[in-house]
């Protein structure tokens, strides 16, 4: 493991201009907190406020000037990320950078970041003289949460404070109609939490041309052929087209494989192919990129090819060359022993439900996974009759929302109860769920963690400019396996595929990424969280 890579003690790199040390002062855990303001009866009198805070808008600052204005000391606690389900993609603002928000606040005097659902524990704790609440909770009859609320106050003689109610705003609303761009931001708090530097993720970077990955999937052919109007029939509804030029990638398992070996790792791909031309361009394509090909040649099938007819920048039409039987048993045999056989540091069952995954072979192709092999599946099958849960106790499974959703049968979930339900019923030890443009939410084990760092994190997307975001998600799971057969910290592992995933939306076609590439995209977000132009 790579020096300060899953330490929480190790630090390196620079922090911004901006001294935030006495801001981080303010953010107190519960006995620090009973510790400063001492128990009642008390010199100085206290008051309570609550709330999310995902975004501080000028309705919480009156709120916290008029709560301040009752007493001699101002703590404001706020709802942990754990226990925000009351909107999608919520919170927006992780709970640490929230907390320092508030702490900014000349008003406030500490902050608490809550374990619980309800406040109703730190008010027991606490025991302030007052609990200042907006105008809305009494304005139409109190609520039975905040009738819960009364009865603990009664217990020890504290007040209830409502704040006068001629202003109301709302953080969902701002976040709906213009969310503000802090990525930068969050990163640099989650690293911050961690032990963590933007060093670390450079330094990261190292070591995976000492790894060997063994990717088993579907290949997939992608042409774009390009052509011009000429008119239509005057008789039937049909289009004429010219030919212009027809571009062919390998793509599906064949990408991934790709962005493996551009990481550096020696990769072996095994994969099945027809007897037809584009095995011949597939075996020379992974040949110039140093990609050992195991092509199980088929007689009765084709190499799968997707076929997409371009006018005037409109795909007019798609043309798919198939077979979506399931592979022999000659073959899957074949496939076994190879896995059995190879030696390799992570195996990666890239899916896509064209033969080589079902539930005849998943079973046995995963029983021949190496013990000592990092597991890695992805199941990009959302519109067929695949299921990222059929790969069961793996270390790392990457689906997108679509995808999660289709697995579990839930359309209704918002995202973070989504992917803890995901994470349990896959069994897995580390989840990405990738959310496109709102970037990704990660589950890991709770066990390996410190207590007091959470199970999931959630990483913005550090795509600027979106060309063409095919083939992002095959860049994360790439650059995620390669640091965490590695090196093994999981946020590493994460902001490092989403890294690579970005570079990927900047550019046209699925293009292999280097660690070149990753390092630019690390030099421009860490500028813009340091605040420095260098």
Same mark, same amino acid.
């Given at each position: 493991?790579?020096?300060?890579?899953?330490?929480?003690?190790?630090?390196?790199?620079?922090?911004?201009?901006?001294?935030?040390? !006495?801001?981080?002062?303010? &953010?107190?855990?519960?006995?620090?907190?009973?510790?400063?303001?001492?128990?009642?009866?008390?010199? *100085?009198?206290?008051?309570?406020?609550?709330?999310? =805070?995902?975004?501080?808008?000028?309705?919480?600052?009156?709120?916290?000037?008029? +709560?301040?204005?009752? +007493?001699?000391?101002?703590?404001?606690?706020?709802?942990?990320?754990?226990?925000?389900?009351?909107?999608?993609?919520?919170?927006?603002?992780?709970?640490?950078?929230?907390?320092?928000?508030?702490?900014?606040?000349?008003?406030?005097?500490?902050?608490?970041?809550?374990?619980?659902?309800?406040?109703?524990?730190?008010?027991?704790?606490?025991?302030?003289?007052?609990?200042?609440?907006?105008?809305?909770?009494?304005?139409?009859?109190?609520?039975?949460?905040?009738?819960?609320?009364?009865?603990?106050?009664?217990?020890?003689?504290?007040?209830?404070?409502?704040? #006068?109610?001629?202003?109301?705003?709302?953080?969902?609303?701002?976040?709906?109609?213009?969310?503000?761009?802090?990525?930068?931001? !969050?990163?640099?708090?989650?690293?911050?939490?961690?032990? $963590?530097?933007?060093?670390?993720?450079?330094?990261?970077?190292?070591? =995976? @041309?000492?790894?060997?990955?063994?990717?088993?999937?579907?290949?997939?052919?992608?042409?774009?052929?390009?052509?011009?109007?000429?008119?239509?029939?005057?008789?039937? #509804?049909?289009?004429?087209?010219?030919?212009?030029?027809?571009?062919?990638? %390998?793509?599906?398992?064949?990408?991934?494989?790709? /962005?493996?070996?551009?990481?550096?790792?020696?990769?072996?791909?095994?994969? %099945?192919?027809?007897?037809?031309?584009?095995?011949?361009?597939?075996?020379?394509? $992974?040949?110039?990129?140093?990609?050992?090909?195991?092509?199980?040649?088929? !007689?009765?099938?084709?190499?799968?090819?997707?076929?997409?007819?371009?006018?005037?920048?409109?795909?007019? $039409?798609?043309?798919?060359?198939?077979?979506?039987?399931?592979?022999?048993?000659?073959? $899957?045999?074949?496939?076994?022993?190879?896995?059995?056989?190879?030696?390799? @540091?992570?195996?990666?069952?890239?899916?896509?439900? /064209?033969?080589?995954?079902?539930?005849?072979?998943?079973?046995?192709?995963?029983?021949?996974?190496?013990?000592?092999?990092?597991?890695?599946?992805?199941?990009?099958?959302?519109?067929?009759?695949?299921?990222?849960?059929?790969?069961?106790?793996?270390?790392?499974?990457?689906?997108?929302? *679509?995808?999660?959703?289709?697995?579990?049968?839930?359309?209704?979930?918002?995202?973070?109860?989504?992917?803890?339900?995901?994470?349990?019923?896959?069994?897995?030890?580390?989840? &990405?769920?990738?959310?496109?443009?709102?970037?990704?939410?990660?589950? *890991?084990?709770?066990?390996?963690?410190?207590?007091? %760092?959470?199970?999931?994190?959630?990483? @913005?997307?550090?795509?600027?400019?979106?060309?063409? +975001?095919?083939?992002?998600?095959?860049?994360?799971?790439?650059?995620?396996?390669?640091?965490?057969?590695?090196?093994?910290?999981?946020?590493?592992?994460?902001?490092?595929?989403?890294?690579?995933?970005?570079?990927?939306?900047?550019?046209?076609?699925?293009? #292999?990424?280097? #660690?070149?590439?990753?390092?630019?995209?690390?030099?421009?977000?860490?500028?813009?969280?340091?605040?420095?132009?260098?």
């Amino acid at each position: 493991m790579q020096p300060g890579l899953g330490s929480r003690c190790y630090r390196t790199g620079k922090r911004p201009p901006m001294d935030d040390a !006495k801001y981080q002062a303010k &953010i107190k855990t519960i006995d620090e907190l009973k510790r400063e303001i001492g128990p009642r009866p008390r010199d *100085r009198s206290v008051v309570m406020c609550h709330g999310t =805070f995902d975004v501080v808008h000028p309705g919480h600052v009156r709120h916290l000037m008029y +709560a301040k204005g009752k +007493a001699d000391v101002l703590v404001a606690s706020l709802t942990c990320d754990e226990h925000i389900e009351k909107a999608n993609f919520r919170p927006f603002v992780p709970e640490n950078l929230r907390a320092l928000n508030l702490a900014a606040l000349d008003m406030v005097d500490y902050v608490l970041i809550d374990p619980s659902p309800t406040p109703l524990r730190n008010l027991e704790e606490i025991q302030p003289d007052y609990f200042a609440k907006g105008y809305e909770y009494v304005a139409e009859g109190m609520p039975p949460a905040t009738q819960e609320e009364k009865k603990v106050l009664d217990t020890f003689g504290g007040e209830f404070i409502f704040t #006068p109610g001629d202003i109301v705003y709302s953080s969902s609303k701002i976040i709906e109609t213009m969310p503000p761009d802090i990525a930068s931001d !969050k990163l640099y708090m989650l690293l911050d939490a961690e032990g $963590l530097s933007f060093q670390d993720l450079r330094d990261a970077l190292d070591g =995976f @041309d000492k790894l060997t990955v063994h990717v088993v999937g579907d290949t997939i052919l992608d042409s774009y052929t390009q052509t011009t109007m000429i008119g239509g029939q005057t008789k039937t #509804p049909t289009m004429s087209v010219r030919f212009e030029d027809q571009t062919t990638y %390998v793509g599906g398992a064949g990408i991934v494989a790709k /962005h493996l070996r551009a990481g550096g790792a020696n990769v072996v791909f095994t994969t %099945v192919l027809g007897d037809d031309p584009w095995c011949e361009f597939t075996k020379e394509d $992974l040949a110039e990129d140093g990609v050992e090909l195991r092509a199980i040649i088929s !007689k009765n099938r084709p190499t799968t090819n997707k076929n997409a007819i371009i006018c005037g920048g409109y795909r007019l $039409l798609k043309i798919d060359t198939l077979d979506n039987r399931p592979i022999s048993h000659e073959i $899957l045999e074949e496939m076994c022993e190879g896995l059995r056989g190879t030696k390799s @540091d992570a195996v990666v069952f890239s899916d896509f439900r /064209h033969g080589i995954f079902n539930a005849m072979t998943i079973p046995t192709l995963i029983e021949s996974i190496p013990d000592s092999a990092f597991r890695v599946a992805d199941s990009q099958v959302a519109s067929r009759w695949g299921n990222i849960c059929d790969f069961q106790n793996f270390d790392l499974i990457t689906p997108n929302e *679509r995808e999660a959703r289709f697995s579990l049968g839930d359309q209704d979930s918002v995202i973070r109860p989504l992917a803890l339900k995901l994470y349990r019923e896959a069994n897995c030890r580390n989840l &990405i769920l990738t959310l496109g443009e709102r970037g990704l939410l990660a589950y *890991r084990p709770r066990h390996q963690v410190d207590h007091d %760092v959470r199970s999931f994190f959630v990483i @913005d997307s550090f795509a600027g400019n979106v060309v063409d +975001a095919v083939g992002s998600g095959d860049a994360l799971l790439s650059y995620a396996t390669l640091a965490h057969a590695a090196h093994g910290n999981e946020v590493v592992a994460t902001v490092l595929g989403a890294m690579a995933g970005a570079v990927e939306c900047e550019r046209e076609g699925n293009v #292999p990424v280097t #660690p070149a590439d990753i390092i630019e995209k690390i030099n421009q977000v860490e500028r813009r969280a340091t605040f420095s132009s260098a």
